[in-house]
């Protein structure tokens, strides 16, 4: 079994942790908590006190929570599907697994409250999304080329529907900011949608070897900084975590972007961007991020115009 696979779950100190990337420190995960264990029955985390004793500081003004592996007592993989789902979940749950397998995609997980819930835990709230996750560059680049195949009349995207999405992600999601013309563009292009009601996301990913977090140089954050982009190339954006090779329309110099869930697979070459990102310094080359690191509530990446 494969384990730090973004996506990926853990117990420690009866507090769950999900992993957020592919490439991780010796010994450790790096994880952020999203639920508490009361007993049985998972409660969402809000507070940022289980955090902070396993924060480690990997440069100016960055820490990254580097959890040790030593102290997990209970690890999910999420492409461990020996789950007890029933009604409505379990038939959403095989309908989309259903049509991946369809389409070729073998490297399937499960991830989230939905996937703890099969595992035998209770929830103290109700609503859940299904959250699966594709892994590889095979299957991203598959899942990427087939999505229109996935949608049907009783699962489609949110191209029908984007002020759901906008709203979505201004008001409930994330506090990572997306203007109305953005998400109708290339939210509803995601490998997500609406199944009787209940909103699907698929995450394709893979491992970049290329990352600031997890390099021996120290690295430094610069601060929060407005550009203007164009997109160079989009081969590394079909994943999360992802980057773009892009170019500031007022210097002309070219840098390496890198995203979050949020902004993987929006752009596509040619594409002008207005953004709000963090500057990286790492071993005197600098680098723009949308990771998460400073200021997030200000982070934007918001589509001016198509082109070539």
């Known amino acids: 079994m494969k384990t730090g696979i973004y996506g990926d779950m853990f117990i420690v100190d009866r507090i769950i942790f999900r992993i957020y990337n592919n490439i991780h420190p010796k010994n450790h995960y790096i994880a952020y908590p999203i639920y508490k264990i009361d007993k049985n029955k998972i409660i969402k985390i809000k507070s940022t006190k289980y955090i902070k004793k396993y924060l480690a500081?990997?440069?100016?003004?960055?820490?990254?929570?580097?959890?040790?592996?030593?102290?997990?007592?209970?690890?999910?993989?999420?492409?461990?599907?020996n789950l007890r789902l029933t009604g409505k979940t379990k038939k959403e749950f095989e309908i989309i697994l259903q049509k991946l397998r369809k389409i070729g995609i073998k490297n399937i997980g499960l991830t989230g409250s939905t996937y703890l819930k099969g595992k035998g835990f209770k929830k103290d709230f109700s609503k859940s999304d299904l959250d699966f996750i594709i892994y590889g560059k095979k299957e991203s680049k598959i899942l990427m080329n087939k999505l229109s195949e996935l949608h049907d009349k009783d699962f489609h995207s949110y191209k029908f529907h984007p002020k759901k999405i906008y709203h979505?992600?201004?008001?409930?999601s994330t506090p990572f900011f997306i203007d109305y013309f953005t998400a109708k563009?290339?939210?509803?292009?995601?490998?997500?949608?609406i199944l009787n009601g209940t909103h699907?996301?698929?995450t394709p990913t893979m491992k970049i070897k290329e990352t600031e977090i997890t390099c021996k140089n120290k690295i430094e954050l610069m601060g929060l900084k407005k550009f203007r982009i164009k997109i160079l190339e989009d081969n590394k954006a079909q994943n999360t975590p992802a980057q773009y090779?892009?170019?500031?329309?007022?210097?002309?110099?070219?840098?390496?972007l890198y995203t979050n869930i949020f902004y993987y697979c929006f752009g596509k070459k040619g594409n002008i961007f207005n953004i709000e990102c963090e500057e990286i310094k790492n071993n005197n080359k600098v680098s723009l991020s949308l990771e998460g690191w400073g200021n997030f509530r200000k982070y934007r990446m918001n589509?001016?115009?198509?082109?070539?």
């Open 168 to 172: 979505r992600r201004k008001y409930h």
């Open 200 to 202: 699907i996301n698929i």
């Open 245 to 256: 090779s892009v170019k500031d329309m007022a210097s002309d110099k070219e840098y390496i």
């Open 185 to 193: 563009e290339f939210e509803t292009s995601k490998p997500q949608g």
């Open 303 to 308: 589509l001016i115009k198509h082109g070539k």
């Open 57 to 81: 500081p990997v440069g100016k003004g960055i820490n990254i929570p580097f959890i040790p592996r030593k102290k997990v007592t209970q690890y999910f993989s999420c492409f461990d599907l």
